[in-house]
């Protein structure tokens, strides 16, 4: 303790005393670490990986834009509001598709949002420790499994138990709900590849999504917070209402965008299922509809000119769309409390 | 009752605090005294606490010191069923609240819980409830509301709940500091602010006893001393048990002591338990001296 004389100021060991002098400048030392040639070698090819992905999306907007400008040139804004698809007569455009899409992505919705927000409350909370993680990797399978399996089991299966349901729905709520009615009530073969049905095929493919959105923000809700709920003599349900649902909710809102960009894109199941229309349907429960995605699946291969022009166009409104949307749930689930680790 | 006779310490309700002599407010909640026989308790195969006896008077304080990892906490939460919550926890022995075992079987744990409140470590407030509503989500969570209140949604405040609050406010020491700011999320407090709206989030339910575990170690100087004389004021109204490594504060707050220890291949168990002036002036176990004067743990 020898060593505390008194000295003034920050100067080193050598030196007398310094004079602060206004405006007397020091030299200031670098404290950049120098990097080794491996350290520039390795960020060199980390940064050339990341870049890579940024340029593969732009490269697609780019290639969609320039592919789609004939179609665009020829129709002008009405690319957007045509019903018909004829490129031979001039004429076609992509309102029916786009009002399909998002139809059928609805319907999807409706039924993935309730079932998925169900099963992720019940792994996080409910299940008990020995069943809490074979659930997890389930619904991550179910994930995994390709869509063209959902597509095939949405056909030859799903349809023919749904079509009794969709009857027994536009029946018994037809009279009520105008658009629940279809031209031929009493034929079953009425209610086929309808946007119904194709709609909840394509919910069980949005449904893990939603599921491990929504569970992993509520297995996030703090400890502490939900002991205090249940400290207070909360009932598992009012903890959950009190700690776990406040703090999952942007998890929960983002779980539903997210499934929706999914539900958008989703091409195959639609397209097995789905019988084409050209029209603005308003009725989901009758045979017939369309999507963006399943119709460019149906005509690329016979469509060259303008109307190859007229599709690269619709699959260039579809990115752009799901694009959105899906920015849209990684700025919802980023910007709350409970988003910040999670990943989209 | 003869076991527990063997224990010094009062072992019946103590008259301290009579019916007459506690505010109107609480006239629905009664300082009770809880009695822990023979509690012993596992996680798994491990075993952390051995029969552990402790009568907890009512209308006091008592403070359960000990050094970390010897069941002091675990037997606190063994206290309000919070032990049971942790996967693979078990337990022997009984715990009675005014006589009653509150692991009864026909008992729900919720039940317990709501008449033996809990303050905890960590300040846990309900960040994105406004303080007005953290004081009274006891009751919407206890479904105890009559109106039938329900979480998260608005309703008309009755001069009821105002005055509810006003009161736990009060008591927990909080209220000159946020009276004028009932509004605000309970999150934008500090965080002395913070584990006294717990505090008065806890009396809000009026509960009979108040467990408190550590609930100063992550506050300041300042806010220590403030929630220690909270915790003299409540101790009147509320029977109160508290985990604390800090041996002033032990000394401070509590009437009645209870020295725990984890040592020589033993769970935890009680070595010395009395009147605090007693346990920290006379101590009669060379370890309970050791560890209050600060020779171990």
Redesign the interface.
Known sequence: MSTLTPTQGPAGPAGPPPVLVAGAERARRSIVAKPTPADVGFVAAVRGAAISTLVVMVLIAFFLALGAWPAFESQGWRFLTTQEWLPEAGTFGIASLLWGTVLIALIALAVAVPIGFGAALFISEYAPPWLRRPMVTLVDLMAAVPAIIYALWGFFFLQGQLLQVAQWISVHLGPFLPFLRVTTPDSLSGYTSSAFIAGVATGAVVLPTVTSIMREVFAQAPQGEREGAIALGATRWGMIRAVVLPFGRSGIVGGVILGLGRALGETIIVYTIIAPTFTLTTRPLESGSNTIAAHIAAKYSESNGVGLAGLLGAGLVLFVFTLFINTLAGVVVRRSRSGAATEI | MTRLDRKEGPVAPTPAAGPTARPAHRADATPAALVAEQVSAWFGDHQVLEDVDLTMAAGRVTALIGPSGCGKSTFLRIL?R?HE?V?GASLAGRVLLEGQDVYDPALRP??S??RI??V?Q?A??????SIYDNVL??L????RDARGAA??RRRRRTDEDDALVERSLRSAGLWDEVRGRLGTPGASLSGGQQQRL?IA??LA?RPDVLLMDEPCSALDPTSTRRVEETIREIAAEVTVVIVTHNMQQAQRVSDHCAFFLAAEGRPGHIVEQGPTADVFGRPQDPRTDDYVNGRFG
Not at chain 2, 124 to 129: A, D, G, I, K, R
């Open positions: 309000n919070m919550l996967p919720l039940e819980r709501r409140g809990m905890f960590k846990n407030p309900f960040p994105t409830m989500a006891g919407a969570l206890t479904g979480l998260g717990c989030r806890s339910v």
